[in-house]
Every structure is written in structure tokens, then in C-alpha cells.
């Protein structure tokens, strides 16, 4: 079975780091991408960066220069570096991997979310 297992959030002041971590968990052949999304309270979800397997990464503009996206892929583990936070990066961030392709499919898959609090 098929899970994401994400690490890394909490409690940080203004200015400062936390890294996020999520790996695939179970036998799986391949994954055609890693993403890290986020929702604010009232706010619709939104993405925050992705990186291939080949490792491209995309970013949302609101994060340029501040957050990097990285991937180890002998271990199906996506990171997430975020310097620099602001209160206004305050969400529940989201792991998603898709196009996962196991034995029996492929598919996309999220993971349950890490609170991300930004205040001093």
C-alpha cells in the first residue's frame, strides 16, 4: 500500500527556516513528479513547488528565492527547504506525488498534511 509520509512542520518565528520532508512509502516502480501544496485557512489550495524525476522544478511566484524543492529519488523522498518565512505562509502544506505506478496502477497521491505556523 501506497502512502506519503511527510515530516517537518511547526512553530517558527518570522524570518526564520523549517524543512519539510515526504517520502513514498511502499513498493512502488516510478513517479513522474513530487509537489508540496498549501491551504490557508479560508483559502483554496494552492501549489507551492514541484520537481520531476528528472528533477525540473516549478515554483509558485510567491515563493521565489525564499523556498527551494529538492528530491532524493533512490529514497522517493521530496524536501522542501523554506527560509525567510512570513505569517502569510501560514497553511497546512500538503505532499503530492503523482503519476505513482505500482504492480496493480498508477496514480496520484497526497499526503495528510503538516501545519505550518509562522508567528512570533
Known amino acids: 500500500q501506497v502512502q506519503l509520509l511527510e515530516s517537518g512542520g511547526g512553530l517558527v518565528q518570522p524570518g526564520g527556516s523549517l524543512r519539510l520532508s515526504c517520502t513514498i512509502s511502499?513498493?512502488?516502480?516510478?513517479?513522474?513528479?513530487m509537489g508540496w501544496y498549501r491551504q490557508a485557512p479560508g483559502k483554496q489550495r494552492e501549489l507551492v513547488a514541484t520537481i520531476s524525476s528528472g528533477g525540473a522544478a516549478e515554483y509558485a511566484e510567491f515563493v521565489w528565492g525564499r523556498f527551494t524543492i529538492s528530491s532524493d529519488n533512490d529514497k522517493n523522498t521530496a524536501y522542501l527547504q523554506m527560509n525567510s518565512l512570513k505569517p502569510e505562509d501560514t497553511a497546512v502544506y500538503y505532499c503530492h506525488a503523482a503519476s505513482v505506478v505500482t504492480a496493480n496502477h498508477g496514480m496520484d497521491y497526497w499526503g495528510k498534511g503538516l501545519l505550518v505556523t509562522v508567528s512570533s
Open positions: 511502499g513498493n512502488i516502480f516510478s513517479f513522474n513528479a
